[in-house]
C-alpha cells in the first residue's frame, strides 16, 4: 500500500555522532520535506525537495545535510554540529508545488 | 517575519461539548490555510481553505476562513474522546513552497 515511511521509529545516539533518518515514500511525488518538532513549537521545516538532485534550506538548516539522488528517498543527517538534536523529526511529500502534504509517522530522536 | 498563532494553547473538554479552535496569520503571498489531526505520529489532513467564507464540513468538523481579519476557525460539535488530539494550523505562501506551521492546540476530551 502506498504511503511515506519512517525509520527507525526511536534512535538513540551520543553527542558526537552523525545520525541519519530514512524517508520513503512511493506516492511518486516530486516534492519532499523535512520538519522538526519540539514541544510547543509546532513544525519547522529543515530542509525541503522539489526535484531530484535539488535541495533547499529551510527556516532551521544548521547542523542538518540532506541529499535527494532519487525520487521515492530524501534522507536527513543530523550531524554532530546541531546543538539540540533531540526531537520529533516528520518528513512529508506532495505531488507538487501546492496543495496539502502528507506526513509519515516520524522519528524520535534522543542525544544523550 | 510570517507568523502563525493559534490559540488557546490547550484545552480540556467533557465528550458532547462544541469547541472552536483559532488560527491567526500574518505571512506575506498568502494562498492558503490547512488544518491538520495529530494523534501521536503522522498529522493527517483536515481541510484546505482558500476563499473566505467559504465554510468547509466534514462530519462534525467545520472550518471557515475570513481572508480580510485574517484568521480561521476550526470547529468541532458533539466531541468524543477520539477527538483528543494537536490540532495543527499551516499557511501555504504564494511563493517559496512551503507551509508555516503555529504551535498547535491540545484538545483532550474527557468521558
Known amino acids: 500500500d502506498g504511503g511515506i515511511t519512517q525509520s527507525p521509529k526511536y534512535l538513540f545516539r551520543k553527542e558526537g555522532q552523525n545520525v541519519t533518518l530514512s524517508c520513503e515514500q512511493n506516492?511518486?511525488?516530486?516534492?519532499m520535506y523535512w520538519y522538526r518538532q519540539d514541544p510547543g513549537q509546532g513544525l519547522r521545516l529543515i530542509y525541503y525537495s522539489q526535484i531530484v538532485n535539488d535541495f533547499q534550506k529551510g527556516d532551521i538548516a544548521e547542523g542538518y545535510s540532506v541529499s535527494r539522488e532519487k525520487k521515492e528517498s530524501f534522507p536527513l543527517t543530523v550531524t554532530s554540529a546541531q546543538k539540540n538534536p533531540t526531537a520529533f523529526y516528520l518528513c512529508?511529500?506532495?505531488?507538487?508545488?501546492?496543495?496539502?502534504?502528507?506526513f509519515g509517522p516520524g522519528t524520535r530522536l534522543t542525544v544523550t | 517575519e510570517d507568523k502563525v498563532v493559534q490559540s488557546p494553547l490547550s484545552l480540556v473538554v467533557h465528550e458532547g461539548d462544541t469547541v472552536t479552535l483559532n488560527c491567526s496569520y500574518e505571512v506575506t503571498n498568502f494562498r492558503s490555510l490547512l488544518w491538520y489531526k495529530q494523534e501521536k505520529k503522522a498529522p493527517t489532513f483536515l481541510f484546505m481553505l482558500?476563499?473566505?467564507?467559504i465554510e468547509k464540513k466534514s462530519g462534525r468538523l467545520s472550518s471557515i476562513l475570513d481572508k480580510k481579519e485574517l484568521f480561521s476557525i476550526l470547529n468541532i460539535t458533539a466531541t468524543q474522546t477520539g477527538d483528543s488530539a494537536v490540532y495543527l494550523c499551516a499557511v501555504e505562501m504564494e511563493y517559496g513552497n512551503k507551509l508555516v506551521f503555529g504551535a498547535g492546540t491540545i484538545l483532550r476530551v474527557k468521558s
Open positions: 506516492l511518486n511525488h516530486d516534492a
Open positions: 482558500t476563499s473566505s467564507g
Open positions: 512529508a511529500s506532495r505531488p507538487g508545488q501546492r496543495g496539502k502534504q502528507y
